[in-house]
């Protein structure tokens, strides 16, 4: 008669570090192998960040670090610890809402949402870099983030209107209001 044997699976490593999102330094243990995209939606709960190809193709998953738009999906978690990322969620200014965030809503310029906070995150890295662009330079700035809902006029209208009433830089810098 045989006897039944349980083999329980071999312990994970898992990495311990920390990641300063939206000015906040957290502490989290993390599976090594996993993306920033990972990290930030399933260890740090901020769901704000959309995860769609996951090849670097549709841009739903941009973040800033150090102001510049990056492919979360594409990162290596490990590889962005102690560097300042920013989510939707710290786009805004404690209760009040980023320039860009009430041109959007005011001028309809998200529908279903989806690709809304990387639209977000990479017009105001536009914006702190070019506070006022053209509409190619906007254009172009938002090529990488695919939109299937807008047909992209009203969003380009948005960062316009986001640039005349002036940005918010949430590091509270030369545009921005605290
Ligand atoms: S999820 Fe599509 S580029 Fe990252
Ligand atoms: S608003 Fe739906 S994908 Fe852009």
Not at 4 to 11: D, G, L
Not at 128 to 147: F, V, Y
Request: proline share 6%.
């Amino acid at each position: 008669m045989s006897i039944p044997v349980t083999i329980e699976p071999p312990a994970r490593t898992k990495a311990h570090a920390t990641f300063i999102v939206n000015g906040e330094r957290l502490e989290v243990a993390f599976a090594p192998q996993k993306t920033l995209l990972e990290v930030i939606r399933e260890d740090l709960a901020l769901t704000g960040t959309k995860h769609g190809c996951e090849l670097g193709e549709c841009g739903m998953c941009t973040v800033l670090v150090d102001g510049e738009p990056v492919l979360s999906c594409l990162a290596l978690g490990l590889a962005y610890t102690d560097r300042a990322i920013t989510t939707v969620e710290g786009l805004a200014h404690g209760p009040e809402l980023d320039s860009l965030q009430r041109a959007f809503a005011e001028l309809g310029a998200a529908q279903c949402g989806y690709c809304t906070p990387a639209m977000l995150l990479t017009a105001r890295a536009l914006l702190e870099k070019n506070p006022h662009p053209t509409r190619d330079a906007i254009r172009e700035a938002l090529s990488g983030t695919l939109c299937r809902c807008t047909g992209y006029l009203k969003i380009f209208e948005a960062v316009e209107r986001a640039a005349e009433v002036g940005s918010g830089n949430p590091e509270g810098g030369e545009h921005g209001h605290e």
